[in-house]
């Protein structure tokens, strides 16, 4: 026993003195020389520890062990850290960062070199502490200088291959001699220097990408910024500002609505395939662009498109495919139920005046908007079209019993249910005698087939053929039955006056239509009206047109009484399922509830809630104002 | 006790009664007191109290000799100083004004008054700046949404007023949320008191 006590400490001595000698050599050894002296001999200890563990490897597991004293290899260790390490430690990791940038700038090193002397600082559990830290900060200075010189000289695309491609060795790196729990933070630091720095520089060229179209670079830059908390957003942010600017560039330019329209879904295709190529499909690129959108999308443009489509026709599948996009697009329209009287009183002009041309493609449309927005949506207008369907048939039992009784009278009317319609203003025009007599044959009719309905006649509808015999030769008109009828009042008299005319027309001012007389094309009331007997155009029928009526204003306040309506309803449904609710939560679910079909402003909604408090559905909580009660 | 009610009865069923009584106790009918009173009383109607009221008011008032009611009357408005009651006394003094039997409002005019009376003293500076408003708003219509076009107020309006002068400094409106339960009104009112300082 007391044999191998001296000889363990012989050894001890040995090992001593080894050391010693060692760290002088290392001391006169610098750079590359030093780091290969330093890794051969640590590997040559590492044997010799070993060894010395296997020697005496007994008195490791049953003498040692029982007195919770170290065993060989852990002293081993545990020697080499103070006797070497220690002082080495400082050198040694200035030499391996000085390659590792050797290795950047693109001289080759020894890789295996710099990974077992890596291996060192990790056994000596002093990697993060000892190594990593400074390591990091070098990378990070090292890459701080490049990207301040990249940033003034490369190009955009440029300056992202040269981060992808930084990126990537760095990675490799971290896989040929690096400890793997680096990466993570050596990735951060490099992408830090090199893109969150000039992340603004570099968005500008974000700007130039979208502008010249190149995907690629746009891929190169989603791939890059993707991984990056919150990297993403600017870049969303950039594309959005683009696609906007591009879309209200497009409404300045004030075209027609139809290739308005038109211009919109191209443009709306261009970015989706960006956001589904470049952008992977992200939710945020989806955001970006949907906002955009939502800016400059113009209601009335859409309507406007729809209704010129369905006037000219063409064939089924491009039809199909265009009315497809509109709709699509009606996604980004906020303000959906003005949109919906837009296109209910348009449909309505295209249907009464038979300017449709394909009532197939009518109901297909009615029904993707109904898939788009809901039944509500869609319900008057269906009602509309089928109110037509029934017109026809009508119309021909009317026939027959024209024929039947044998009137002379050629009238078509197309019978409307007043709920599906936009309302019409009905006047009370003085009929000529002729278009009397038509009245009372279509209600004795119509009373034949249905009682208990009451018909008011809207003439300001109605479209009449009148014979003119005009001297050189006859020409049928095609005109309003208010324009008929003025007219026909020169059956009786040459010359007319205007007010004479509206007295015995029983219009007021409002009603009287300027028409495309032959004489002048100004009216004030003193002026005379005279059949133009000279009158002649080398067609034999002609059309004259009504001037066109700006209905917007109506519309837009007609939608704004039915929305005080909606709110209201909203509201009570709410408070009824809820009883108890505080004020914001009901402007939330209110604004939810009601986003299918408009965007409820918020003073409008509060406004609605104050109204219904007078109206007694609602109170005041009197304990919290905050929080409202619903009053049964 | 019984004399006096008997006695007065006789004189303050109509309002040139009340306004006998005011003589009588020196306190002018437009006083904020002689509302306090009424609102003691719990009366219903304006310018009338019933005999069951007018019981009701001597009785909370512990007076039952003619100097008592009036030295009673004179310290009404220390009836106040409770934050409750006060509450309750304004939400009184609006529904004092209703005098038809539907009407949920008060006109303009009246709320100017009421508000000068019932609230000046404790909030001088603010009652001038909304008593401006209510009437300038009338002139005012701005291009926003709302039509600031205000003819009469009703109760929850009224409410409102109190607890805005309340919670509200005048002096720190950007802390002003208009996304919270606030009356219309009153978020009108606060972008007006902007814009004026502005100028």
Known sequence: MERKTIDLEQCWDYMQKGITKLMKILRERHDEFMLRELEERWITHKVMVRW???????????????????????????????????????????????????????????????????????????????FEVQMLEDTANYYKSKATNWIEVESCPDYMLKAEDCLRRERERVTHYLHFSTEQKLVEKVQHELLVTHANQLLDGVRALLRDDKVEDLSRMYRLYQKIPKGLDPVANVFKQHVTAEGTALVQQAEEASSLVRKFIELHDKYMTYVNDCFINHTLFHKALKEAFEVFCNKNAAATFCDNILKKGGSDEAIEETLDKVVKLLAYISDKDLYAEFYRKKLARRLLFDRSANEDHEKCILTKLKQQCGGQFTSKMEGMVMDLTLARDN??????????????????????????????????????????????????FYETKTKHRKLTWIHSLGTCHIIGKFEPKTIELVVSTYQAAALLLFNSAHKLSYSEIMMQLNLTHEDVILSKEPNTTTISPNDTFEFNYKFTDKMRRIKIPLPPVDERKKVIEDVDKDRRYAIDAAIVRIMKSRKVLGHQQLVLECVQQLGCMFKPDIKAIKKRIEDLITRDYLERDKENPNTFNYLA | MQLLIQCCVLWFVSPEGIEALCNDVNVNHTDVRMLIFAWKMKAEKQGYFSKDEWRRGLKCLGADTRPKLKKAIEGLDKELKVPECFEDFYSYAFQYCLTEEKQRSVDIETICELLNIVLKSEFPNQVNLLVEYLKVGKQLFKLIYVQNDYRALNMDQWRSFYRFFKEVDFHDLENYDSSQAWTVIIDNFVEWLKEKEKN
């Open chain 1, 395 to 444: 119309q021909m039992k009317f026939e027959e019993y024209l024929r039947d009784n044998t009137h002379g009278i050629d009238l078509t009317v197309t019978v409307l249910t007043t709920g599906f319609w936009p309302s019409y203003k009905s006047s009370d025009l003085n009929l000529p005698v002729e278009m009397l007599k038509c009245v009372e044959v279509f209600k004795e």
């Open chain 1, 52 to 130: 010395l563990s296997r020697f005496f490897h007994y008195l490791d597991q049953y003498f040692i062990a029982g007195r919770y004293l170290p065993p060989l290899n852990a002293v081993g260790l545990t020697c080499f850290r103070h006797l070497v390490y220690m002082e080495v430690r400082d050198n040694a990791r200035k030499a391996v960062i000085t390659r590792i940038d050797k290795e950047r700038e693109g001289e080759q090193i020894d890789r295996s070199l710099l990974k077992n002397v890596v291996d060192i600082f990790v056994e000596m559990d002093q990697y993060e502490e000892d």
